[in-house]
Nanobody, 116 residues
Framework: QVQLVESGGGLVQAGGSLRLSCAASGRTFSNYAMGWFRQAPGKEREFVAGMRWSGGSTRYADSVKGRFTISRDNAKDTVYLQMNSLRPEDTAVYYC?????????WGRGTQVTVSS
């Protein structure tokens, strides 16, 4: 059974930092690009950051460029999202998935709340 489990969310003040982790189990994702997505209350889920698993090339939503960094540890089948200079508008549930996303792989996500 394939599982992607997100962790590392929490409550932080504006300007603060958090590091999210996404642990994969049930299969290896070495042949897939991986991504982070988020869904704020009342809004659709949106793409945040993506990374080719083997090549290392990355892409980001314009709203997070220069503040967020996606990385991965192939040996641990884990993807990370370092989030700096957080803003209240970054408040959302954050999910990881393949990029583009595969419906069956959505996990529960991790809540990030940024207070002003």
């Amino acid at each position: 059974q394939v599982q992607l489990v997100e962790s590392g969310g929490g409550l932080v003040q504006a300007g603060g930092s958090l590091r999210l982790s996404c642990a994969a189990s049930g299969r290896t994702f070495s042949n897939y690009a991986m991504g982070w997505f988020r869904q704020a209350p009342g809004k659709e889920r949106e793409f945040v950051a993506g990374m080719r698993w083997s090549g290392g090339s990355t892409r980001y939503a314009d709203s997070v460029k220069g503040r967020f960094t996606i990385s991965r540890d192939n040996a641990k089948d884990t993807v990370y999202l370092q989030m700096n200079s957080l803003r209240p508008e970054d408040t959302a549930v954050y999910y990881c998935n393949t990029d583009p996303a595969i419906h069956d792989y959505w996990g529960r996500g991790t809540q990030v709340t940024v207070s002003s």
